[in-house]
Nanobody, 127 residues
Framework: QVQLVESGGGLVQAGGSLRLSCAAS????????VGWFRQAPGKEREFVAA???????YYADSVKGRFTISRDNAKNTVYLQMNSLKPEDTAVYYC?????????????????????WGQGTQVTVSS
């Protein structure tokens, strides 16, 4: 089993930055695909970013150029650097991981692809 714990959320003004962390325990996730999702109040959970174990990265169009997903295998931790934040980025952010290979190029976008989830961390961007 893998446990994921997010941290780094908080309140920030529009245009500011935050770095979310997702610390994994139980197993090393260096060979896992890891992803970030978010859910705003009253909205469905949506894909934000993913990084495959081979190093390929994927981003939602809404965050491309502003967010960066990375991983530190030595620390068994995944990060989401968020710059130029907008009020519409306000949401609970979740990290996720899976050891399973992707069946298609769109697998990374789907929450069902991931086996392990963190509890989430709140990000609030004020205007």
């Amino acid at each position: 089993q893998v446990q994921l714990v997010e941290s780094g959320g908080g309140l920030v003004q529009a245009g500011g930055s935050l770095r979310l962390s997702c610390a994994a325990s139980g197993r090393t996730v260096s060979s896992y695909t890891v992803g970030w999702f978010r859910q705003a109040p009253g909205k469905e959970r949506e894909f934000v970013a993913a990084k495959s174990w081979t190093g390929n990265t994927y981003y939602a169009d809404s965050v491309k150029g502003r967010f960066t997903i990375s991983r530190d295998n030595a620390k068994n931790t995944v990060y989401l650097q968020m710059n130029s934040l907008k009020p519409e980025d306000t949401a609970v952010y979740y990290c996720a991981a899976t050891p399973r290979p992707a069946r298609s190029g769109t697998s990374y976008l789907q929450g069902a692809y991931y086996d392990y989830w963190g509890q989430g961390t709140q990000v609030t961007v004020s205007s």
